[in-house]
């Protein structure tokens, strides 16, 4: 379980002009840009990390029946993290934090990459941070309940990253 912040920025609450140097001051400072996952009410119970390379893998036999395969790299795929947890007192704010995520537009002006930035105090390398050369975007999202009681929602959300490693 993480105390964990996703947000997202605008162009006029990106980190450079607008001095928001950390995610607790977006979260101050433009309250509804954020979703704020805090003990006991809604947990972050965990995060992974996915990341695949572009390898193609191209077949050669040969008239002799060795068998080759041969290997192109072709860089990265895809990089990006699915987080994932449940709401159990206030679903209503949460749920719908999410919903309006998602039908955001994923990029902006400034924010070419993606516009969210995720800080997760106590697994501090899965934070991000965006800006006009990084970004996370959200690529989906899975809500439902746990359970016996429709009161404790879980959900997950995939996160997918544009720019540069």
């Known amino acids: 379980m993480a ?3 996703l947000y997202y920025r605008t162009p006029t609450t990106r980190l450079v002009d607008t001095g928001y140097t950390t995610p607790a001051l977006v979260l101050s400072n433009a309250p509804t840009q954020c979703l704020e996952f805090t003990f006991p009410d809604n947990i972050l119970e965990g995060i992974t990390e996915n990341y695949r390379n572009n390898i193609k893998k191209i077949s050669a036999p040969n008239q002799e029946g060795i068998r080759k395969i041969n290997i192109q790299e072709n860089g990265l795929e895809s990089y990006g993290f699915t987080i994932y947890g449940v ?3 206030d679903i209503t704010t949460g749920i719908n ?3 309006s995520f998602r039908k955001l537009k994923q990029v902006d002006s400034y ?3 993606g516009i969210f930035g995720l800080s997760i105090s106590n697994a501090s390398g899965f934070s991000f941070e965006c800006d006009n050369t990084k970004g996370l975007l959200i690529d989906g999202t899975k809500i439902g309940y746990e359970g016996m009681k429709v009161t404790r929602y879980d959900f ?3 996160i997918g990253f544009g720019g540069t490693l």
Do not use: E, V
């Open 156 to 158: 997950s959300i995939d």
């Open 87 to 89: 709401f159990k007192k």
């Open 111 to 113: 924010h070419t990459y």
């Open 97 to 99: 934090r999410i919903k």
């Open 3 to 5: 105390n964990a912040i």
